[in-house]
């Protein structure tokens, strides 16, 4: 069962970073691409953010292109978030996830996510 553990949010001033991590056991890791999701308050869909796939190409969208870089550790299966620049848009709950193929996650693989708060 897969389970995963984010960690590393917090308040923080507009143009300030915070990096996150995510602690995933359950799956075989090192072969799944893994992705950060937000969910912006007040919003029910969550946004994917940023992707890495197992050979470790990167993807990002618009909104955090340029000030936010993820990365993963295969030996300690984990993900991670850096982000920099941070705006007030940028608040939301944060969680990490594998990326189907197709299709979202699975709706019981989520973890309890990490939140960002960014103040202007």
């Known amino acids: 069962q897969v389970q995963l553990v984010e960690s590393g949010g917090g308040l923080v001033q507009a143009g300030g970073s915070l990096t996150l991590s995510c602690a995933a056991t359950?799956?075989?890791?090192?072969?799944?691409?893994m992705g950060w999701y937000r969910q912006a308050p007040g919003k029910k869909q969550r946004e994917l953010v940023a992707?890495?796939?197992?050979?470790?190409?990167?993807n990002y969208g618009d909104s955090v292109k340029g000030r936010f870089s993820i990365s993963r550790n295969n030996a300690k299966n984990t993900v991670y978030l850096q982000m920099k620049s941070l705006k007030s848009e940028d608040t939301g709950v944060y969680y990490c996830?594998?990326?189907?193929?197709?299709?979202?996650?699975?709706?019981?693989?989520w973890g309890q996510g990490t939140q960002v708060t960014v103040s202007s």
């Open positions: 992707t890495i796939t197992s050979g470790g190409s990167t």
């Open positions: 996830n594998v990326v189907p193929i197709t299709g979202p996650p699975a709706v019981g693989s």
């Open positions: 359950g799956i075989i890791f090192r072969f799944n691409a």
